[in-house]
């Protein structure tokens, strides 16, 4: 096995945010490489559910209630997941919430979860993990960031401010290990994924949210990961869309900002009204499958949302050209 091309068969994956989406679709394509698993998430029950799956691809699966933002817990993870198979050599920071409304709007308490989960909470499983692939001198660290790394999410700030923060920490963090040739540090940026990730959001808009189209498998993502755990590259991105809203964001990040910020409020303007919630910040959440089933309601728009995409692409050659022509 080379560093370059590893083989997964028996190799120890830590993963958290285990039970829906990403994580779970996670989960199950490392059962079938033959990983060992160690599943962590705030609900047990669920997890022992997704432990069950795995375990009947053939995996030996642990399960680790674990809530990220505290990081006593995530200390007793990588413990408990070294005292049971000997060591550690994928570690997948999964974890991912969002608070969706305006600024000032939105409870200051939630602000601060949304940066405890998505940030502070992959920062904790670093630490946790990193000083045992440094005494190995081997380790993939991947850590799940989003195309809003890229890309400003107006009405969702604390989810921006936590995924922008989570890229330069990714990024520093790689500087920093660059004498270790076999610990990487990898990122993902996928798309907007069908999982049921929006409908366990925080939504204080007092509208129904569901996430913009085009929607890519979940499981699209699930391969990025895997793919890193056997060839570590230092970043993915997943789907068209997050590799257009990067270079969109390039050319012209205010005029980015305010589209995003425009549609959304086109879209609350006609969107049916729904309760302010909570939604899983600060209790899990109740749905915990790999689908959000948005795809198939949003067949519909196909159309619309394949001629968005080319108007988008087309304004991009434009500002790209004009940009050149100033240059030149």
């Known amino acids: 096995m080379t560093d370059k091309n590893r083989n997964l068969v028996g190799q120890c994956v830590v993963l958290t945010g285990a039970t829906s989406g990403i994580g779970r679709a996670t989960a199950v394509q490392f059962a079938r490489a033959g990983a060992d698993l160690v599943l962590a998430a705030r609900r047990e029950t669920v997890l022992d559910e997704v432990a069950a799956q795995c375990q009947a691809l053939g995996a030996q699966v642990l399960v680790v209630p674990t809530d990220v933002t505290d990081e006593r817990a995530v200390r007793a993870l990588a413990s408990a997941a070294v005292a049971r198979f000997g060591g550690i050599d994928v570690w997948v920071n999964n974890v991912g919430v969002g608070a969706v409304g305006s600024f000032v709007q939105t409870p200051l308490k939630s602000h601060h979860r949304v940066i405890e989960a998505n940030l502070i ?22 850590n799940m960031i989003s195309l809003g790394a890229w890309a400003a999410a107006p009405y969702a700030t604390a989810y921006s401010a936590s995924k922008f923060g989570l890229r330069g920490f990714t990024e ?3 500087g920093e290990l660059r004498e270790w040739s076999n610990i990487h540090v990898c990122d993902v940026y996928p798309s907007f994924m069908d999982t049921p990730g929006v409908s366990h959001a925080a939504n204080y808009t007092g509208r129904k949210l569901q996430p913009a189209a085009p929607l890519y498998d979940p499981r699209l993502a699930a391969s990025a990961v895997v793919s890193l755990a056997r060839a570590p590259r230092d970043s993915v991105t997943v789907g068209a869309a997050a590799t257009a809203l990067r270079v969109a964001h390039w050319v012209s990040p205010a005029l980015t900002g305010w589209l995003g910020a425009s549609g959304f409020e086109r879209y609350l303007s006609k969107a049916e009204s729904a309760p302010r919630t909570d939604g899983n910040l600060f ?11 948005y795809r198939q309601r949003a067949a519909k728009g196909k159309a619309l949302s394949t001629t968005a995409v080319a108007v988008g692409a087309g304004l991009l050659i434009g500002l790209l050209a004009h940009r050149m022509q100033r240059r030149g």
Do not use: E
């Not at 920062?123 to 946790?128: D, K, Q, V």
């Not at 209790?283 to 089933?293: M, R």
């Open 283 to 293: 209790a899990p959440s109740v749905g915990a499958g790999i689908d959000g089933g």
């Open 172 to 174: 520093a963090l790689r």
């Open 121 to 142: 909470g992959h920062i904790n499983g670093a630490h946790a993990v990193l000083p045992h692939f440094i005494a190995r001198k081997s380790g993939v660290l991947i």
